[in-house]
């Protein structure tokens, strides 16, 4: 069990210090007798950083200036460069680039969360070769690591063996960290290399070996539909914690064949309950689509590109059918699982995909009439995991625990709305919840910003690099004061 808390571990202010992944620039300034600044750059040194891109210093340079509020900016400066400062690993193989990136205080990749924390500097790589270099390494180790076992969520750079070993699965490989299926982890590389291709026009990194990977991909998801039976994976785990392992000997809750995508864990690596996670098949329909465009213009295989356009129309068809709910205050909603038999679970997590994250994804506008009464549920008392308290207000979910919020779940509200006042009050919330440290961290105590988890969660960092860079460029006057 202390084990897995390295994971999703309750990392206090006075537990693992930044120490440990920043060089701690108060200590010059407190030996020299200066008066120490009121804030102080928390990035690594420069020959510490892992990885330097000149386009990503510049946009930091050109946009800090636009951000009148003192701390927002130290943040932005702290945040935005925190993947490629301290979770990148690059290099060449066998004549392609390679790179592996680590969630942060944990030294193994996450397929979902790799792609998600490089998302925000693919707009900057037709400025930087280096850079593009980088990203194009990300989608080739994703497809290596698909190739190696499609149903893993988080992989060693190497076969390095894992904690995680002793889990009762079929194909516990050295080379994989975790063996938990999410849908998420095979749409995360396709995200990720459709957005690469689009900005550069460059197809080199779709050879063969990405395209086995991309069979894969579709072959997993049919037989995750479970039309011919329970399909090759199950999953328990030995432990006192209920949401890390599966039920029924790790097959879970039965479900109903009716076209939907069993997602066996959540984003969050958390069990599901209902089989069917409804903002994991939005994510799968948007990613067969892009798959399908790719397989068609890229790869020139019809073939693949109308299984795929097929997959996506008969899930997007049984999310419209077995995936709503008609909720007694919110009205007609998504359900956050269902089972196909009539059951469904009326809640949000803030992991992404979720439902709040779907119009970020692309599944859905934020417009959208069933989306904002989805929208008004998550962001209430009807959502058993949203939390309000002295210290703000957000959702959360059961990986960490009751009134703990999640600043991710507050940069995707802010994500998906034109409110301007929403989008202020968001901004806020995120300042003031930093527990003093400039970071943004896995959740915080509603009671107490001080009390958060994970100290270095590269993600929430680069997402709220991402999400202060779309104000700018949108609404630049919210930046221009002081909040």
């Given amino acids: ?20 992944v920043v060089a701690n620039p108060s200590q010059a300034f407190a030996s020299s007798g200066m008066p120490e600044p009121k804030y102080i750059s928390q990035r690594p040194p420069k020959d510490k950083r892992a990885f330097v891109s000149k386009a990503v210093e510049k946009a930091i340079e050109e946009n800090k200036k636009k951000i009148k509020d003192e701390k927002l900016r130290w943040m932005f400066e702290n945040c935005f460069p925190n993947t490629l400062d301290t979770t990148v690993r690059y290099k060449t193989k066998n004549g392609r680039p390679d790179t592996f990136v680590i969630t942060g205080d944990i030294d193994a990749m996450w397929l979902r969360d790799s792609s998600a924390q490089v998302w925000p500097y693919l707009p900057l790589m037709k400025e930087d070769k280096d850079l593009q270099l980088l ?39 050295k080379e994989l960290h975790e063996r938990k299926w999410e849908i998420d982890s095979l749409c995360y590389p396709i995200r990720l290399a459709y957005r690469y291709w689009l900005l550069t026009e460059d ?30 994976y199950s999953f328990t785990r030995d432990c006192d ?16 064949p009716v076209g939907l995508i069993v997602s066996s864990f959540r984003p969050s690596d958390d069990a599901t309950q209902y089989g069917f996670l409804i903002p994991s098949n939005m ?23 109308g299984e795929c356009t097929a997959l996506a129309d008969e899930v997007d068809a049984a999310i419209r059918r077995y995936g709503t709910f008609n909720h007694p205050v919110c009205g007609r909603i998504y359900a956050f699982e269902v ?43 009807n959502n058993p995991y949203f939390f309000s308290g002295k210290a703000g ?18 940069i995707m509200k802010a994500l998906t709305t034109d409110d301007a006042e929403e989008i202020n009050a968001c901004l806020k919330l995120l300042r003031d919840s930093d527990g003093g440290t400039g970071f ?17 969660f590269a993600w929430a960092n680069t997402l709220f690099g991402e999400l202060i860079l779309k104000i700018i460029k949108d609404y630049p006057g919210l930046l221009s004061q002081t909040l």
């Fill in 241 to 256: 914690r209920p949401t890390d392992s599966q039920i029924n000997g790790g097959w879970g809750a039965p479900v109903k």
């Fill in 339 to 381: 089972d196909g038999f009539g059951n469904a679970l009326c809640m949000d997590d803030a992991n992404v995909p979720s439902l709040l994250a779907a119009p970020y994804l692309g599944y859905c506008s934020f417009k959208d009439v069933l989306y904002q009464n989805t929208r008004k549920m998550i962001w209430s008392d």
């Fill in 135 to 173: 990203i194009a390494g990300l989608v080739n180790r994703q497809a290596e690591c698909i190739r190696i076992d499609p149903y893993a969520n988080a992989f060693n750079d190497g076969p390095l063996g894992s904690y995680w070993e002793t889990d009762h699965t079929q194909h516990m490989v």
């Fill in 283 to 305: 994510f799968a329909v948007v990613s067969l689509r892009q798959l399908a465009e790719i397989g068609h213009k890229v790869y020139g295989d019809d073939g693949f590109a």
């Fill in 1 to 20: 069990m202390k084990k897995y808390m390295s994971r999703r571990s309750f990392l206090k202010t006075g537990g693992l210090a930044l120490a440990a």
């Fill in 393 to 410: 207000e957000g959702v959360g979910g059961p990986h960490v625990g009751l009134n703990y919020i999640w600043p991710m779940s507050i």
């Fill in 203 to 232: 197809t080199s990194v779709f050879n063969a070996g990405w395209h086995e990977a991309m069979k894969l991909v579709l072959r997993t998801f049919k037989e995750q539909q479970r039309k011919q039976g329970l399909g090759p």
């Fill in 440 to 456: 943004v961290h896995e959740s915080f105590h509603s009671e107490n910003a001080s009390d958060f988890t994970r100290s270095w």
